[in-house]
């Protein structure tokens, strides 16, 4: 020791001193600290406090040895006590004591880190030990360990070192629980504590497919064989979606956002990573970012004819609208993707007469601060809002962001209406016909067109709805046209008066019915609606049975055939009642009753009803008849049977109405009649093909050619001044009242990639419906410096020129559409239509259609040609409408 303490070596006094002044201080996060062992540190202590540098107890070379399990793996001993078996010192003193005392050969340092812990820190002497393995190893394990406060990317990172993986492969762990599942590691930036990962516990290191799958996720590819997709080699981004029910409105939706280059870009090359936001309360803690990513490496990849977006479908998404749709992956997206970690408050202020440029410089600065990804790079614009008071002139600006635009379509203030006509006349067929009205008009305007193509006055006419072969709606003159819609069976019938003219008549509704002989005393028994119902209108002073036999008889004579002369005569028994007699035309004229005795009052009371006269007589009403008895005789009859029964039934035609004895027709409400046919009379003597036989009105042959719509219109239409409606009033805070104040929206500065939503969709309080004009849009070209209010030095050489790349089409109607896309493939400069799982290539000409219905644009200073390499674009290089693309001075 003397020797050493000559080579530099501080005194005995000297040594005892540094050190204690070192272990005095605090620990602190970070810091590394050594184990020693405490045997040799307890006989060091009383070597320098002997002061004698010769003595006895020198300590010699610093053993550990003690602290390990073995002399080869090192591994240091389990549960160890700290001061009796050990020590801690900070790392100056662990150097200066082996630069003092030298360290035994081939035994490494024992360094541990000093982690801040909830409420404390401590120096962590026993560090979490990880298996680490990959996904198609898991029986070759290695051994790693890692300080509670090191990052899932540090666990990463180790194990892609350990199975030296080439830095282009995408990788990512799952962690083996205890019950055998395993679970995503998908926070990178948490810690080793966070996780909750534990010593002992397997760590798998999965990497992504040369196809863009996972092999956790490979039974999501749609083709059954693995081997046919690895050998497919197609162009990329070039590969549809398989529809899982419904789901054409996603798949189209997703087309559209994958062939917005700058978008999948980034994605492909993994700058998403580094911004996923796990702490986002109004994302989805990166699901969404990596699902969608899944499914862009996918489709990029070129190994794919089709794949199933299984994972994507479920992330919570309820809707069936492409657009709305849009709305919620690009929020969702920016929410997973956000570069602020936590959103600062930011108070809005009025601009009180300040030049446009601050207000709007301010206001995107302000966005800025709580929203900042790379789809506010891409999509997000800015528009001036202007608000007047109507009652004070106060004058309201504000600037606000918007990531797509929403642009109506010029509404004609008429619609085209598909009917049929009725006449009276029997022998006309029922007559098809176009009719225009006003959208805002009443029952009574539909009345007043037919008039005119019709000749029949406005007001002999009832309009019906008919569904399933009865009326769903008889309409009031005064009803809205709003509430027929353009797939309802709209009728409308020729009748001589209703119920509103005392004295006049009577419009019966009457449905046709075809029913089986009754069965165990049930006489609805196989009652069957058929054909098409009528309105018959019956004069008043005919209110019989039998005169509204004669009466409908009439009326269906174009398609019901009449017996000939005695065909139908039969002698027959009946008890005093029989199947037809209440309900059809009673005996037949000139007929005698034979051996009819004497019935009572109630017998008198029914012969001095049909009269003395010999005419025919009148029935009373349908089951009004006296219950049948045992007493009353037999009476026998000839008598011609009817074609049909008359009775009278409820609204919808499925049952009886019972009748008092003696009511007739009960004229308090609507009645409603049945024709009842037995099969052998319908087979017989109704014609059915002429029945449903119509004429087309020659209004049909002239197709209103509507002339097709510019998308310049639609822009004019949304800078449009509007005034709000009733249900949206704005708070006047000069007036301290709710206005309905005018409205005016002007475009300020544009973004990169411009969503274009045409509003075809019409929804009012009434009605529903779906605008198919023809927009025309360019395909190259779209220039926007007109409608941009911003004040530029050099307007001709601002970035307004926008290109078509993607269209997202809807077919169809409101209820029973479908959706496809055109796109055009970013590396080839080719468009290609996409339809679920089919895509084909597509002309340009064949790209404009009026099932557009969102356009995507690209700037055209951003658009590199194809087959040159992508600008590159760092994960934090911004953009947006502030930046190069749109300054804001």
């Given at each position: 020791m003397a020797a050493a303490a000559a080579g530099g070596v501080p005194g005995l006094e000297a040594q005892r001193r540094e050190v204690e002044a070192a272990e005095q201080r605090g620990l602190r996060a970070g810091e590394r600290w050594y184990l020693l062992e405490n045997h040799w540190y307890q006989q060091w202590k009383?070597?320098?406090?002997?002061?004698?540098?010769?003595?006895?107890?020198?300590?010699?070379?610093?053993?550990?040895?003690?602290?390990?399990?073995?002399?080869?793996?090192?591994?240091?001993?389990?549960?160890?006590?700290?001061?009796?078996?050990?020590?801690?010192?900070?790392?100056?003193?662990?150097?200066?004591?082996?630069?003092?005392?030298?360290?035994?050969?081939?035994?490494?340092?024992?360094?541990?880190?000093?982690?801040?812990?909830?409420?404390?820190?401590?120096?962590?002497?026993?560090?979490?030990?990880?298996?680490?393995?990959?996904?198609?190893?898991l029986d070759s394990p290695v051994t790693a360990q890692f300080s509670r406060v090191d990052t899932i990317d540090a666990v990463l990172q180790e194990a892609r070192r350990q199975f030296e993986v080439p830095p282009e492969d995408e990788t990512r762990l799952w962690v083996k629980n205890s019950d055998g599942s395993c679970e995503r590691l998908r926070n990178i930036h948490m810690t080793v504590l966070d996780a909750c990962l534990s010593t002992g516990q397997v760590v798998i290191m999965e990497t992504r497919n040369k196809d863009g799958t996972w092999p956790s996720s490979r039974p999501h590819v749609?083709?059954?064989?693995?081997?046919?997709?690895?050998?497919?080699?197609?162009?990329?981004?070039?590969?549809?979606?398989?529809?899982?029910?419904?789901?054409?409105?996603?798949?189209?939706?997703?087309?559209?956002?994958?062939?917005?280059?700058?978008?999948?870009?980034?994605?492909?090359?993994?700058?998403?990573?580094?911004?996923?936001?796990?702490?986002?309360?109004?994302?989805?803690?990166?699901?969404?970012?990596e699902a969608y990513a899944d499914l862009v490496k996918q489709a990029w990849s070129g190994h794919h004819r089709a794949i199933v977006p299984r994972m994507f479908k479920f992330l919570g998404y309820q809707q069936h609208d492409a657009q709305e749709l849009l709305s919620f992956l690009l929020d969702g997206l920016h929410e997973d993707l956000n570069r602020v970690k936590r959103k600062e408050y930011v108070e809005l202020r009025d601009a009180a007469g300040r030049p446009d440029e601050e207000v709007a410089e301010e206001a995107w600065r302000n966005h800025k601060r709580r929203n900042d990804s790379i789809i506010v790079d891409i999509f997000h614009g800015l528009f001036k809002s202007t608000l007047v008071c109507p009652a004070c002139g106060k004058v309201s600006?504000?600037?606000?962001?918007?990531?797509?635009?929403?642009?109506?379509?010029?509404?004609?203030?008429?619609?085209?209406?598909?009917?049929?006509f009725v006449y009276m006349d029997p022998s006309r067929k029922p007559q098809q016909h176009r009719v225009v009205v006003p959208k805002a008009g009443k029952v009574l305007d539909l009345c007043l067109a037919l008039a005119k193509h019709t000749g029949v006055p406005a007001e002999q006419m009832m309009v019906a709805d008919v569904f399933s072969h009865r009326f769903y709606k008889l309409y009031q003159v005064d009803e809205a046209l709003s509430c027929i819609l353009d797939r309802d069976d709209i009728f409308v019938y020729e009748v001589a008066g209703?119920?509103?003219?005392?004295?006049?008549?009577?419009?019966?509704?009457?449905?046709?019915?075809?029913?089986?002989?009754?069965?165990?005393?049930?006489?609805?028994?196989?009652?069957?609606?058929?054909?098409?119902?009528?309105?018959?209108?019956?004069?008043?002073?005919?209110?019989?049975?039998?005169?509204?036999?004669?009466?409908?008889?009439?009326?269906?004579?174009?398609?019901?055939?009449?017996?000939?002369?005695?065909?139908?005569?039969?002698?027959?028994?009946?008890?005093?009642?029989?199947?037809?007699?209440?309900?059809?035309?009673?005996?037949?004229?000139?007929?005698?009753?034979?051996?009819?005795?004497?019935?009572?009052p109630a017998s008198q009371a029914e012969e001095g009803s049909s009269g003395s006269s010999g005419g025919p007589p009148t029935p009373s009403p349908p089951q009004a008849t006296l219950p049948p008895t045992a007493n009353r005789p037999k009476r026998k009859c000839r008598r011609r049977r009817p074609l049909f029964t008359v009775r009278p039934v409820n609204a919808n035609g499925t049952s009886e109405r019972p009748a008092l004895p003696g009511e007739g027709f009960a004229l308090h409400a609507q009645p409603y009649i049945a024709i009842d046919w037995d099969s052998d009379m319908?087979?017989?003597?109704?014609?059915?093909?002429?029945?449903?036989?119509?004429?087309?009105?020659?209004?049909?042959?002239?197709?209103?050619?509507?002339?097709?719509?510019?998308?310049?219109?639609?822009?004019?239409?949304?800078?449009?001044?509007?005034?709000?409606?009733?249900?949206?009033?704005?708070?006047?805070?000069?007036?301290?009242?709710?206005?309905?104040?005018?409205?005016?929206?002007?475009?300020?500065?544009?973004?990169?990639?411009?969503?274009?939503?045409?509003?075809?969709?019409?929804?009012?309080r009434l009605a529903r419906e779906k605008l198919d004009a023809l927009v025309e849009f360019p395909l190259r070209d779209l220039d926007f410096s007109d409608f941009i209010i911003k004040p530029r030095a050099d307007v001709a050489a601002a970035p307004h020129k926008y290109d078509l790349i993607a269209v997202s089409n809807h077919y169809g109607s409101?209820?029973?559409?479908?959706?496809?896309?055109?796109?055009?493939?970013?590396?080839?400069?080719?468009?290609?239509?996409?339809?679920?799982?089919?895509?084909?290539?597509?002309?340009?000409?064949?790209?404009?259609?009026?099932?557009?219905?969102?356009?995507?644009?690209?700037?055209?200073?951003?658009?590199?040609?194809?087959?040159?390499?992508?600008?590159?674009?760092?994960?934090?290089?911004?953009?947006?409408?502030?930046?190069?693309?749109?300054?804001?001075?």
């Open positions: 009383e070597y320098v406090e002997s002061g004698d540098q010769n003595s006895s107890s020198f300590p010699g070379h610093i053993n550990n040895s003690e602290l390990f399990e073995d002399l080869e793996s090192f591994r240091l001993k389990e549960r160890l006590v700290e001061s009796e078996e050990y020590v801690l010192v900070p790392e100056d003193v662990w150097n200066k004591l082996v630069s003092w005392y030298g360290l035994e050969h081939d035994q490494p340092p024992i360094e541990r880190k000093v982690v801040e812990l909830p409420s404390t820190q401590k120096v962590e002497v026993y560090p979490v030990e990880l298996y680490l393995c990959q996904h198609n190893d749609m083709r059954n064989s693995v081997e046919d997709e690895e050998l497919y080699r197609g162009q990329p981004g070039v590969c549809g979606l398989t529809n899982l029910g419904n789901t054409c409105f996603m798949n189209s939706a997703f087309q559209c956002l994958s062939n917005v280059p700058p978008l999948t870009e980034y994605f492909l090359n993994n700058h998403y990573l580094g911004e996923l936001n796990f702490s986002n309360p109004l994302g989805m803690k990166g699901e969404i970012a600006v504000t600037f606000d962001p918007f990531c797509y635009l929403s642009v109506p379509l010029p509404v004609s203030q008429e619609r085209a209406m598909e009917l049929f209703g119920l509103a003219e005392p004295g006049g008549a009577l419009v019966l509704p009457v449905y046709l019915r075809e029913r089986a002989p009754p069965r165990d005393g049930d006489p609805g028994y196989g009652v069957v609606l058929f054909g098409h119902p009528l309105l018959v209108s019956v004069p008043r002073a005919q209110l019989s049975w039998d005169a509204l036999y004669g009466l409908l008889l009439e009326r269906l004579s174009r398609y019901v055939r009449r017996p000939e002369s005695g065909s139908e005569e039969e002698e027959e028994e009946s008890e005093e009642e029989d199947l037809y007699g209440p309900q059809a035309n009673g005996l037949s004229e000139g007929e005698e009753e034979e051996g009819a005795p004497d019935e009572g319908k087979k017989r003597y109704y014609d059915e093909e002429e029945a449903e036989g119509y004429v087309k009105h020659e209004c049909l042959g002239h197709v209103q050619r509507r002339q097709p719509v510019k998308l310049r219109e639609c822009v004019e239409l949304f800078t449009t001044v509007e005034t709000l409606e009733e249900e949206n009033p704005w708070y006047c805070p000069a007036c301290k009242r709710h206005q309905l104040a005018t409205k005016k929206l002007d475009l300020w500065a544009l973004p990169e990639v411009l969503i274009i939503h045409l509003k075809r969709f019409s929804y009012t409101l209820r029973d559409g479908h959706y496809t896309t055109f796109a055009r493939n970013k590396d080839s400069g080719h468009w290609f239509y996409f339809d679920d799982s089919s895509v084909s290539p597509v002309g340009e000409a064949q790209i404009e259609s009026k099932a557009a219905y969102v356009l995507f644009y690209q700037r055209q200073d951003r658009i590199r040609p194809p087959g040159t390499a992508p600008c590159p674009r760092p994960p934090d290089a911004g953009g947006g409408c502030c930046s190069d693309s749109m300054e804001v001075d």
